[in-house]
């Protein structure tokens, strides 16, 4: 069997049976569309498209640099053909990349590096982008990407974990229209930066017991974003809420003191309702934040609270209700 070294990129539409099945031809136009302007985009980054079901696109790349590039330069172009459509028309993706050893049978390639891509995919959120290890050492030097680390993983029908990394390169997420922006950006920067200020208070945390694993009882303290609910009635507005999470996540990996959860790991616990000291033990946190968030019109509601795990009482709480364009 003829076998080589490639980065693999595979691209996938979030909720593409949803699009079709409320509008078909919209949805078969709009994804070709954006399957030819990622095709595009993969050919002008020396890559080749070789295969894909009618939802999603499988390349190959000789370079992991270029394959990275393409992937974010991907997330861009479709944000920007969904700039112009309604929120409920939108299509998102999904990409998941990996550098490995791959089959190549008739010019198709088979094997773990394009299986470890695909579920790669499936772990990043709508509009961003997630690596392997393998290809982050190819691409941690680059100055134009953050890389939020995910830890080792376990992929399905992967026999060995996999260690994740989510891209955070500039404009990565299709925000839509200019008011949502805002509204998204600053929302995340607001809570983040009221719960970092609340959790400082309890600063430095003792080494206590309370069935919390050690390391989370260091000197810094260690917190989980849980995914806010969504309390709007509409099942579209998940997109948001999970993006406001993601957004918080990252803003608050940004205080070198604390320790902060992967999205990956908090987002298993959306939708169940576990008692805080085990998901505590179980993530090997501190502190939660929790909330919900009510999105109707041009208004934006958000309740957020910082939980202590060990006794379960509310350190800080706080509601943020205003007008989407004056979230700041």
Known sequence: MERR????????????????????????????ECSAAMTDLVRNHHGRVFGGAGDSLIA?????????????????????????LAEERRMQFRVGLNLGDAVVEQGVLFGDAVNIASRLEGLSAPG????????????????????????PVKLKNIPVQVHAY???????RPFGRRRARLAWAAAAAVLALAAAAGLWRFMP?????????????????????????NLSGDPQQEYFSDGIT??????????????????????????????????????????????????????????????DVTSGMHLWADRYDREAEHIF
């Open 5 to 32: 070294l490639v980065t693999i990129l595979a691209a996938d539409a979030v909720g593409y049976s949803r699009l079709v099945a409320n509008d078909e031809e919209a949805a078969l136009a709009l994804f070709d």
């Open 60 to 84: 190959e790349f000789a370079s992991p640099v270029e394959a990275l590039r393409c992937a974010v330069q991907m997330q861009r172009e479709v944000a920007g053909i969904n700039e112009k």
């Open 128 to 151: 961003g982008v997630c690596i392997s290890g393998n290809l982050y050492e190819h691409v941690k030097h680059l100055p134009d990407f953050g890389f939020q680390d995910l830890g």
């Open 166 to 172: 989510a891209v955070q390169g500039t404009s990565l």
């Open 205 to 229: 945390v003792p080494p206590e017991s309370g069935g919390v694993p050690e390391p989370a009882l260091a000197s810094h303290p260690s917190i989980a974003v849980l995914p806010l609910e």
């Open 246 to 307: 993601n957004d918080i996540t990252t803003d608050l990996s940004k205080f070198p003191d604390l320790l902060v959860v992967a999205s990956n790991s908090a987002f298993t616990f959306k939708g169940r309702h576990i008692k805080v000291q085990e998901i505590g033990a179980e993530l090997g946190v501190r502190y939660l934040l929790e909330g919900t968030m009510q999105k109707a019109a041009d208004r934006l509601r958000i309740n957020a609270q910082l939980i």
